[in-house]
């Protein structure tokens, strides 16, 4: 069998990297002797997150547009052209079978050189409102993977294939897993624990939410796990020093902090959203309100729908987030009906289905 090369692009945010991440394994699975590259932007969290999964990544000069005027912005052109420069090289080194893309700035310039060079290539658009990025690649793409119905209102009917979004293997089977996820945050196992996620980077909103309630959360008899994002760390993490209580800036063993959690609050960043359908517990979303078209809102309200988890909005955590949180933690028949219904909307087949895509397009 010929040793297949594959470049994966996507970045900026968790959101992007880990669907490439979860893509990548389970090529690599099928194919043990394949060769891997990842290209993202130079000063993003994918140029660690990815040598720490295990493979090798090239970063471009390439950063989003601000809608403000910043240097940054006026650097742009240039950026955008020593990235396609650069995309270009890596293309002719590396002569990769397929590309992948996953979102995010990289992926443009990286699979826009790839389909002049005729690489066959595949997107993957995690959210139910497609991005800049895949909407500028979707004419020349062979194939286009999503996870939402109605997306032919961004792409050409006949690219699309619903699979669902793509999650890293060891996030499907967490049930074993409790005891090491409580012994990995010293929490104990006599208490019920809440894991707080405010998406890859980190929510203010949530932080300041929390940081507010945590007296009251403690007083309801649970344990807490508190992903606080990089970004506020510094500003939160004296609340490690509460009994009961671990902020971290970042989750790398996800597997065992949900495996840990018996109650969850979250962002419902796409990604977020079908992890937490595969690990079936009690959800409250707080949506992001800062992202295009509300798209977190709509991606829980998805959920909502099936009566698989509980919506909270932001402008909502002032007035009532102390009554549904309590209500839910005490009420474990509530908990159940939760987890178990939001299980049923998960999609296990994701990754395996965008890899026989993948196999379709290699020559
Ligand atoms: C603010 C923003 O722009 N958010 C977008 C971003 O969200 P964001 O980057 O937060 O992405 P998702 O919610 O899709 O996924 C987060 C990923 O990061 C992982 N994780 C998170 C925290 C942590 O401590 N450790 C860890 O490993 C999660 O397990 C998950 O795999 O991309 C998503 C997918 O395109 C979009 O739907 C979101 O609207």
């Known amino acids: 069998m010929k040793n297949y090369k594959f470049i994966l692009s996507g970045g900026g945010t968790g959101g992007h990297i880990y669907p490439a991440i979860a893509i990548a394994d389970a090529l690599k699975e099928k194919y043990p002797q394949a060769e891997f590259l990842f290209v993202g932007s130079q000063d993003r969290m994918e140029m660690e997150k990815v040598p720490k999964a295990g493979y090798k990544i090239e970063g471009l000069w390439i950063a989003g547009i601000q809608r403000k005027l910043t240097w940054s912005n006026l650097m742009f052109p240039f950026k955008l052209i020593s990235s396609l420069f650069k995309s270009a090289t890596i293309i002719r080194r590396f002569k990769p079978d397929v590309v992948i893309g996953t979102g995010g700035f990289a992926s443009g310039p990286l699979l ?3 389909t002049r060079y005729n690489v066959p290539a595949l997107i993957q658009e995690q959210n139910s ?7 500028l690649l979707a004419k020349k793409v062979q194939k286009i993977c999503v996870a939402y119905d109605g997306m032919q209102q961004f792409f050409p009917q006949e690219k ?4 669902g979004n793509p999650v890293r ?6 049930d074993q897993n409790r005891e090491e996820g409580l012994t990995k945050y010293g929490l104990k196992p006599q208490k019920k624990t809440l894991l707080i996620l405010g998406g890859s980077l980190g929510a203010r909103a949530i932080n300041k939410l929390i ?18 994002g990089q970004l506020y760390f510094e500003e939160y993490k004296t609340h490690s020093k509460t009994e009961d209580v671990q902020v971290l800036p970042y989750i790398d063993t996800m597997s065992l902090a949900y495996a840990a959690a018996d109650i969850i609050i979250s962002r419902a960043g796409a990604g977020s959203v079908s992890e937490l359908a595969l690990v079936g517990k009690p959800v409250i979303f707080i949506p992001s309100p800062n992202v295009a078209e509300d798209h977190q809102t709509k991606n829980a309200e998805a959920i909502v729908e099936k ?9 909502e955590l002032e007035n009532r987030f102390e009554e549904i949180f309590k209500e839910l933690v005490e009420d474990e028949e509530r908990q ?6 939001f299980k049923k909307i998960a999609l296990p087949q994701a990754t395996q ?3 026989n895509e993948v196999e379709k397009l290699l020559k």
């Open 112 to 114: 826009e050189m790839a």
């Open 129 to 135: 409102f497609a991005g800049i990025t895949n909407k």
């Open 160 to 163: 699309i294939i619903k699979t």
């Open 169 to 174: 293997q060891d996030l499907i089977f967490i």
């Open 211 to 228: 940081d507010r309630e945590l007296q009251f959360i403690l007083d309801q008899n649970v344990q807490v796990i508190w992903q606080s």
């Open 307 to 315: 009566d698989a988890a509980i919506l909270l909005k932001e402008k």
């Open 336 to 341: 159940a009906i939760l987890g178990t219904n």
């Open 353 to 355: 289905q965008i890899v």
